[in-house]
């Protein structure tokens, strides 16, 4: 029987399949070719993982020669490194918090009203988020070189501040549209309900609007903290000499040493990240359970 | 009463004046540090600069313009060059897994597309400088290949081309699995017993049903695969040699080691001015939710 007439529902797996040799032969294919990319996709960070187990030879760490622990037992050993970790943190924490907070109000303020400009104001937010890192890092440089500051005309000096300030200038736009995404099937005549129940509008936000699109907020919020740790292009060009964050530290070093702890730190942060990945999935996946027993 | 607002069918309201107050901040740090960068660097890239340690002068110094064209078109054609061939490739890693996923995955699905995702949760430079150690001479891959007799004896593999454009498709692969996904877990999956049921074999069902409702996330990939690789220098210095360089190098090298920042602002302006014109084709097109 044909399932389009009825609503008989089975596995999303099970439909259009076929049971010939040739299906069969069809779908190992594919299935080992999806492998074959996901192994490629781990290939380097097996690399990395086993080289923070390396005894190096010589100032790189690119060459495999023995087994040792010495590494993990000594994983703040370059203290220059471990600044720069704990600046990277730093930044993607305030910027995160600032970026989460003004993009989500660009969502709600998008999603929420119809409005003239709408469309313009869409423009404006993607743009940013398809633009060149290189692009980003280099016009934002100018800015800041420039004598007295267009606008408000504040000078900068090239350091934290700028950091920062870049680095929320990249997030906002895309807190803002990953926001919007998850926005989009919301209900908001729940405000009405919540009104017309004697609420005022504040109350309203809080108690209602507010705790339905945590989770949304959050997820941006987390992978904008990822995108912030992780920024290199940018951060190189508005950084300036004397202030260095992780990924600034690696390249500057890549030239003339990369000791063995640079594996180590970013083993330690793939395990953070896999860890907050796994209770996030597990969180959600008991939250559907709830929501369709 | 407050309850008696309208709203149109998806429960928006009409307002004039509540939506700019939200969006306000934000555009202002848009406008701020997005747009009026771009119209800085549009100014230095009209500025001249007589030495390395001049301040730069604005000028309509368009001379800037073509300087950057004669010096610099080749790194430019191989920059979209790469980037096109990172993208194809990029496509055809990603479409089987991102298809897996969507149609075979199960309840594993959010787990598999963790697993697309963890790798890069390491830094960009430390998965590259890993690529240059399993490409490098000293490394298994060459050994192998050597053996087989698929390299000569004197070939390498890093400093080539092939490898910038490899580690370019690798770094960015994640870009074309996502939007991928998304639009191949929307299709109704009755559709291809709908195809089976009108005698329509699975590769028929798959061209004529699967391609063209997954080419939204297609189009949406392959404009965030490419316009990060084009504008990429990480790739080319760590596995490429100096006939590899990228628009991206020159760049990086005229604006923080030569200093000679009117000549590396036209060479940015120049490429946003491109990928602009390309993303307002796009969202013309497309709309913008594919790419969010």
Do not use: C
């Amino acid at each position: 029987m044909s399932a389009v007439v009825g609503g008989a529902k089975k596995p999303r797996e099970q439909y259009g399949t076929v049971t010939s040799p040739a299906g069969r032969l069809g779908r190992f294919i594919i299935n080992l070719f999806a492998a074959g990319g996901l192994l490629y996709l781990f290939l380097p960070i097996f690399v990395i993982v086993a080289f923070s187990f390396n005894q190096p030879v010589g100032r790189f760490n690119a060459v495999w020669n023995r087994f040792t622990f010495d590494n993990w037992l000594h994983p703040f050993a370059d203290q220059a490194l471990v600044d720069a970790l704990l600046l990277s943190l730093k930044v993607a924490l305030i910027s995160t918090v600032v970026a989460t907070v003004i993009g989500t109000f660009m969502a709600i303020g998008l999603v929420r009203y119809r409005f003239r400009g709408g469309g313009a104001v869409n423009f404006l937010l993607v743009l940013p988020l398809t633009a060149p890192e290189i692009v980003l890092g280099a016009s934002l440089l100018t800015l800041f070189l420039a004598p007295t500051m267009l606008l408000f005309n504040i000078s900068f000096s090239l350091g934290f501040a700028t950091i920062v300030i870049a680095h929320i200038m990249f997030l906002v736009s895309y807190v803002a549209l990953t926001v919007r995404a998850r926005l989009r099937g919301f209900d908001w005549t729940l405000e009405d309900a919540a009104m017309d129940l004697g609420a005022n509008p504040t109350r309203t936000f809080w108690r209602v609007t507010l705790p339905l699109i945590t989770p949304g907020i959050l997820a941006a919020a987390l992978l904008s903290f990822a995108l912030s740790i992780d920024d290199f292009i940018i951060t190189y060009f508005v950084s300036g000499p004397s202030t260095t964050t992780f990924p600034v530290r690696i390249f500057g070093q890549s030239r003339t040493a990369t000791p063995p702890q640079i594996n180590v730190l970013s083993t330690m942060i793939l395990l953070v990240s896999i860890s907050i990945l796994a209770i996030g999935t597990l969180v959600s996946a008991r939250r559907t359970k709830r929501d369709t027993a | 009463m407050s309850s008696k607002i309208e709203r149109d069918a998806h429960g928006r309201k009409q307002a004039r004046y509540a939506p700019w107050l939200l969006l306000v901040p934000g555009l202002l740090w848009l406008i701020w540090f997005f747009y009026l960068p771009l119209y800085s660097l549009f100014r230095m890239s009209l500025s001249t600069k007589p030495s390395r340690f001049a301040v730069p002068e604005f000028g309509w110094a368009w001379s800037n313009y073509s300087q950057a064209f004669s010096q610099y078109g080749a790194q430019f054609q191989r920059s979209f060059t790469y980037a096109l061939a990172a993208t194809i490739v990029a496509l055809l890693i990603a479409y089987p897994i991102a298809y897996v996923i969507a149609f075979r995955g199960g309840r594993y699905r959010n787990v598999l597309l963790g697993l697309v995702v963890v790798p890069f949760f390491t830094n960009f430079l430390i998965r590259t400088l890993a690529w240059k150690t399993i490409l490098g001479n000293q490394g298994p891959l060459i050994n192998l290949l050597q053996t087989i007799g698929v390299l000569g004896p004197n070939e390498t593999l890093l400093r080539t081309p092939l490898a910038v454009i490899g580690g370019l498709t690798y770094n960015f692969l994640p870009f074309m699995v996502l939007p991928i996904y998304v639009s191949l877990e929307k299709i109704d999956p009755r559709l291809l017993d709908a195809a089976r049921d009108l005698y329509s074999n699975t590769w028929r069902g798959f061209r004529k049903i699967i391609i063209p409702l997954s080419l939204p996330g297609v189009f949406a990939g392959s404009l965030l695969v490419f316009i990060p690789a084009a504008g990429d220098f990480v790739n080319s210095y760590y596995l490429g040699n100096a006939k590899t360089t990228m628009i991206g190098n020159v760049v990086q090298d005229q604006f923080l080691v030569q200093n000679n920042y009117p000549i590396a602002a036209a060479l940015s302006f120049v490429f946003i001015a491109i990928v602009m014109v390309v993303v307002a084709i796009y969202s013309r097109l497309l709309g913008t939710e594919e790419i969010a």
